[in-house]
């Protein structure tokens, strides 16, 4: 199965599909890393296990929709059978959600439906609630919304900072999305409205 994995920062969720790869417990080939930013080092962790990247800037195309145009072309050109968003910090137009209905998925660092956005983890401290979470998820229309695939809760401490619960939320990730993609690869799947099942 081909896997194209979409990101926009420092890459340690890719990094942990890289790394599942090769080892064999993700049974498929990462074909394309896609990033909105130049800068990414997510780029460099593809570069280094030897997998395309490409670079699109958003200034260069008129509407959300013609980017994402851009990106599915490439997408199907690879034959991609799943997208893997991983710290991707673009929303998706409704176009790309349909192209690749149900075959999207995304890591979002708190306990779906709770703390959705881009602050999960900050809002969580905030909130000053004891638990919060991992949760892997396909993608729909709405943000942070789609049925959830697996979840993991993490314990906030007193003395937690954004830093030291950003690690133990990055452990868990690097866990479970691995995890999810790879139920995805072997078909064990099964999305029935708002609910997966893992057959
Ligand atoms: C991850 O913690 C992921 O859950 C989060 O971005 C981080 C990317 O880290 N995604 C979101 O907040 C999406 N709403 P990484 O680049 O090291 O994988």
Do not use: W
Not at 20 to 41: R, T
Not at 45 to 50: F, L, M, Q
Not at 79 to 105: C, N, Q, T, W
Not at 121 to 147: C, M, Q, W, Y
Request: proline content about 4%; hydrophobic content about 40%.
């Amino acid at each position: 199965m081909k896997i194209a994995v979409l990101c926009s920062g420092n890459g340690t969720n890719l990094q942990a599909i890289i790394d599942s790869v090769k080892s064999g417990y993700i049974p498929g080939e990462i074909a394309l890393v896609v990033s909105d930013n130049n800068d990414a080092h997510a780029l460099i962790r593809a570069k280094e296990a030897g997998i395309e990247t490409i670079v699109l800037a958003a200034k260069d195309y008129k509407s959300r929709e013609d980017y994402d145009k851009e990106i599915v072309k490439r997408l199907r050109k690879k034959d991609v059978a799943l997208v893997a968003l991983a710290g991707y910090m673009r929303i998706l137009s409704p176009y790309f959600i349909r192209e690749y209905k149900d075959r999207i998925i995304n890591v979002h660092p708190a306990l779906l439906p709770s703390f959705k956005g881009s602050h999960g983890i900050r809002d969580a401290l905030e909130s000053g609630s004891k638990v919060t979470g991992v949760t892997v998820h396909f993608v729909n229309e709405k943000l942070d919304d789609g049925p959830i695939i697996l979840q993991k809760p993490v314990d906030i401490k007193d003395n937690d900072t954004e830093e030291t619960l950003l690690d133990r939320i990055h452990k868990e990730e690097h866990k479970i999305y691995p995890e999810a993609i790879k139920l995805f690869a072997l078909g064990k799947l099964r999305i029935d409205g708002r609910r997966v099942s893992v057959r």
